[in-house]
């Protein structure tokens, strides 16, 4: 069983910058695509970014592109989400999660295609 911990969360002003990082547990990270999901109070759970699990291929959600960048790092089982020039409408608990299969192809992007899931980290971006 992975399990996930988030962790880099916290209160930022508008067009500041916080690092979330997910160690995970187990022998599966290394050829796992990852991703990083957000759940806003009154939202749905909304997709941010996913990596392949080599770190070549990665995919953002629209509202992030240009300010967020995912990486991993497989000698650490971690992976990060940098997040640059945030926005109040970025405020959401934040989880990362591991995809259901190895060695996809493709980057998942949908939650039912992940298998494990953290816990969240609360991520409060003041105006």
């Known amino acids: 069983q992975v399990q996930l911990v988030e962790s880099g969360g916290g209160l930022v002003q508008a067009g500041g910058s916080l690092r979330l990082s997910c160690a995970a547990s187990g022998r599966t990270f290394s050829s796992s695509a990852m991703g990083w999901f957000r759940h806003a109070p009154g939202k749905e759970r909304e997709f941010v970014a996913a990596i392949n699990w080599s770190g070549t291929i990665t995919y953002y959600t629209d509202s992030v592109k240009g300010r967020f960048t995912i990486s991993r790092d497989n000698a650490k089982n971690t992976v990060y989400l940098q997040m640059n020039s945030l926005k109040p409408e970025d405020t959401a608990v934040y989880y990362c999660?591991?995809?259901?299969?190895?060695?996809?192809?493709?980057?998942?992007?949908?939650?039912?295609?992940?298998?494990?899931w953290g816990q969240g980290t609360q991520v409060i971006v003041s105006s």
């Open positions: 999660a591991l995809d259901s299969f190895s060695y996809r192809y493709t980057v998942p992007t949908s939650p039912p295609l992940f298998g494990s």
